[in-house]
């Protein structure tokens, strides 16, 4: 429902103001030298596999909050634009699955096992870019950026014992931590429709690098006397990573924005390697899209 909400403001909002004058790129150049506070809400969509089939899915809204500083400037090679966002998120999923992956056999298989599971999400990306003046309205910004994303996945404990007693099952981990850096090329694309009102988009493509998980807790096997106290750092696979996001800012006075927007996430983790005798982590896919509302700061 907040999602469809959103949509429907941002369409309104764009058919409204496309088409109106009296605007030019200094709008644009105000609108990038802003400190922002923004209340964000991502809807998460996690799956992993494993030869194809789904053994595991994370799926609900988390909300959080973003800080966000952007400059433009004519430092290096004019309109030099540098920007800087942190981003928090913690909230609950939905988890859907079973209890031990089909370990043993005897296990059942995915949606055998639904429960809920605390989430904890952070991002930290900057970029560097500069912006091209096509037109009095219109900039086209190219920017490279660098950014971390880490993802804390608290398991349900005290929900799957009664499961994994019943299926001879194991007990999940405390929790698992999920982390990737990535660094991609990308561009953003703004239009001052006018003196106020600054619509923008943004695309970019990257790869990950440095993906690993790592756990924390305590984990039994039934059928074996295998006991695992965690288990250290393991390499993911690393893949592309796909961003895209329209917004909206309007300068309610010269130095008070409001903004409001939508972004869309898009990355793999390739499987690990065996570890600890028995376990190794599966191949995944992730996809957040998060609405973010908020007012900045002109300076």
């Known amino acids: 429902m907040i999602m469809k909400k959103t949509y429907q403001l941002l369409i309104l909002l764009f058919i409204g103001v496309f088409g109106v004058a009296h605007a030019d790129t200094a709008t644009i150049k105000a609108s990038n030298n802003q400190l922002r506070l923004n209340y964000v809400n991502s809807y998460v969509d996690y799956t992993e596999k494993i030869d194809g089939d789904v053994v595991d899915t994370e799926k609900g809204h988390v909300p959080g909050f973003g800080l966000s500083l952007s400059f433009m400037k004519d430092l290096f090679l004019g309109n030099d634009y540098l920007y800087a966002e942190f981003v928090r998120f913690n909230g609950d999923t939905d988890y859907k699955g079973s209890p031990a992956y089909g370990y043993p056999v005897i296990a059942p298989g995915y949606g055998s096992y639904t429960t809920n599971h605390r989430a ?35 398991f349900n ?3 799957a014992v009664g499961v994994c007693t ?33 619509i923008s988009g943004k695309v970019l493509v990257g790869r990950t690098y440095m993906a690993s998980i790592s756990g924390k807790g305590t984990s039994y096997l039934y059928t074996t006397p295998y006991v695992n106290d965690g288990f250290g750092k393991q390499r993911l696979g690393n893949d592309f990573i796909y961003m895209a996001g329209i917004s909206a800012d309007y300068a309610f006075t010269e130095h008070i ?35 973010n509302v908020g007012v900045g700061y002109a300076f």
């Open 157 to 159: 404990n005290e929900a």
């Open 120 to 154: 904890q999400m952070t991002d930290i990306n900057i970029r560097y870019g500069k912006g091209i003046e096509v037109n009095e309205n219109f900039m086209i910004t190219p920017f490279v950026e660098i950014g971390h994303h880490r993802w804390t996945r608290a």
């Open 257 to 291: 924005h409001g903004n409001i927007g939508i972004d869309y996430v898009d990355f793999r983790y390739g499987k690990s390697d065996l570890f600890d005798t028995y376990n190794y982590e599966p191949d995944s896919h992730t996809k957040y899209t998060t609405i």
């Open 166 to 198: 019943a299926y001879c099952g194991a007990f999940p981990l405390s929790n698992e931590e999920y982390n990737n850096s990535h660094l991609g090329i990308g561009s953003l694309f703004q239009y001052s429709s006018t003196d106020k009102l600054v």
